[in-house]
């Protein structure tokens, strides 16, 4: 028997992701891949599928999916408001970290994400889609990715895996603010004034509505650059704070073009991305600067954090 | 070679081969990322060669900036470059449906439209590197008669295909983009595959490209194929 969901509602921007794709920077396609990978790890190990396997990540408002099939588990993570509707109309509250059983015409509407961006969905079993050039990572820009690189659109089916046997899982966890964004400092730091890096390093940045996962654009105190508003054109990472002419900084986040000329006045470090990703526009930062050897400590630590989550898994 | 490693966050290396932009300092990017590419050092996830510099990313789970620095100081680096590289001819119309610029670039340059088209054409050009969005090409180096800056206000949607100058160098927008180069044409054939892993990329770093020029109709043709 063919299972699998109708998307009744597609949400603003649904697409299927897992770690992401390597090797392909070089002609101009960017790394993408879950934007908080903490959240997609717990998914799959709740759900008992591979680490690795792909999810579906949304954005704000996510899809609201009609279920056809035998009885199986879903499960979402992050900081989600959503519902189950049975068969008999009868309405669920759907609850985070937990493991739902669905039945043959239930319907799971992903009403919105609170006070964060991106949450994800995944069954036991998991979804039936190919990897597409060695990952399952959605760039939809490129159109690259599974579902033809698109993102999911109303009315389309999503087929689903066989489903692995599996007892009913939770884990109690909540998703925790940070105060600081640590930053290392970057190639062009020395660009801008004395007062610009004091400023950057003490006043509230306010996340715009400009904000997606290509980059996230700040407002606040403008940042003065001395020396030159444009560099020839070099490559990006993940992360970089890249400060155009007007002085407003904008983060690149994991769709990011591949190369570009902006000065690059930091980058975030590895282990508060996850906490970046999530702030929703209006949100304010506050960032603070840090060495290499104390980002790849931190980076330690958050990857200890994980598995010590991943460990309650009951 | 590389005159100066650092590190780009706590997952990236920044390799800097200087500040000059020619074919001279690019080709050394190109060989040391094909060197690299094809060495497949542990933890790296991603080469990201320019003009002048060279970004690898790596997993910071598998090696991190002082062991990949070491790796690469160890690297031999052979000398010749795989002579690999291409020659593309691309069509180009200038029809004045596409060669959305022109107009302007006739008074600022005190140049026919004629005069322009013949500057550009007469030209093959070598590309420096791929990227910002999928496959797009930079190449270079314009007749110094042609150069010029960016819009002062960038296009919010560039049409696919669209052919821009910019300072010594020219691309072609492998999509619909936002963008702030000079449009001068347009091209039908498709610079980006997206369903060729083989070879996702018409152009690639160190090929050679130049362009003739088609008609409406031709254009059309090739277009609809």
Redesign the interface.
């Known amino acids: 028997m063919n299972e699998y969901f109708e998307v009744i509602r597609g949400g603003i921007n649904s697409t299927f992701q897992d770690e ?1 794709r ?8 960017p ?1 993408s891949g879950v934007m908080d990978k903490r959240n997609f790890v717990i998914a799959n190990t709740i759900i008992n599928n591979q680490k690795e396997d792909p999810v579906l990540e949304f954005a704000y408002q996510g899809p609201s999916l009609k279920y056809f099939g035998n009885k199986r588990f879903i499960v979402i993570t992050g900081d989600v408001n959503f519902k189950i509707t049975k068969n008999n109309k009868k309405e669920i509250l759907g609850n985070c970290y937990k493991t739902i059983e669905i039945d043959n015409g239930d319907i799971i509407d992903i009403i919105s994400t609170n006070k964060s961006v991106y949450g994800y969905f995944t069954v036991n079993g998991g979804f039936k889609i190919n990897r597409v ?1 060695g990952s399952y990572s959605t ?1 939809v ?4 990715g599974p579902n033809k ?1 698109n993102k999911l659109l109303n009315g389309q089916n999503i087929k689903l895996n066989k489903s692995n046997v599996i007892q009913s899982r939770s884990l109690n966890f909540v998703n925790s603010k940070i105060e600081f964004i640590r930053v ?1 400092k ?2 062009n730091f020395q660009f801008f004034s004395d007062q610009s890096k004091r400023d950057f390093f003490s006043k509230v940045f306010v996340v715009t509505k400009l904000t997606d996962r290509m980059g996230m654009r700040l407002e606040g105190v403008k940042l003065k650059n001395l020396k030159k508003t444009n560099i ?6 993940k ?2 704070i890249q400060v155009p002419a007007d002085g407003n900084p904008i983060i690149l986040l994991s769709d990011h ?4 000329g902006y000065p ?1 006045f930091g ?4 282990a508060d991305y996850d906490k970046l990703i999530q702030l929703p526009p209006g949100s304010k930062i506050k960032f603070k600067e840090i060495l ?1 050897k104390d ?2 400590n931190l ?1 330690k630590i958050y ?1 200890m954090e994980t598995n010590n989550i991943l460990n309650k898994i009951k | 070679m590389i005159k100066n490693i650092v590190n780009l966050g706590d997952a990236a290396i920044y390799c800097d081969f200087g500040n000059e932009v020619d074919k001279e300092t690019n080709l050394k990017v190109i060989k040391y990322f094909k060197n690299i590419k094809d060495k497949n050092l542990k933890g790296v996830t991603n080469l990201s060669p320019s003009y002048n510099k060279l970004i690898i990313t790596f997993d910071l789970n598998e090696t991190s900036f002082d062991k990949l620095s070491l790796d690469l100081s160890n690297l031999d680096i052979e000398n010749e470059i795989e002579n690999k590289c291409q020659k593309i001819n691309i069509p180009l119309c200038f029809d004045d449906e596409y060669s959305l610029d022109i107009p302007r670039l006739e008074k600022k340059l005190s140049k026919s439209k004629n005069e322009l088209i013949k500057i550009f054409l007469s030209k093959t050009y070598f590309c420096y590197m791929t990227g910002f969005i999928a496959g797009m090409p930079f190449l270079g180096d314009l007749n110094k008669s042609i150069m010029l800056d960016r819009l002062e206000t960038p296009r919010v949607k560039v049409p696919k295909g669209s052919v821009g100058l910019t300072e010594q160098f020219c691309n072609i927008y492998t999509f619909e983009s936002p963008g702030g180069w000079n449009i001068i044409g347009n091209t039908p054939i498709k610079i980006f595959n997206s369903l060729s892993l083989s070879k996702p990329n018409l152009i690639n770093p160190g090929d050679e490209v130049s362009f003739y020029e088609i008609n409406k109709k031709e254009y059309l043709k090739v277009y609809n194929e």
């Open positions: 992401g390597k090797n392909f920077s070089h002609i101009g396609l790394f050039w760039t820009r490129a159109g690259v690189g290392i970057g190639t020839k054109s070099e490559g990006l990472v992360g970089t073009g591949t190369i570009g690059k980058v975030v470090i590895s290499l980002a790849e980076y990857n």
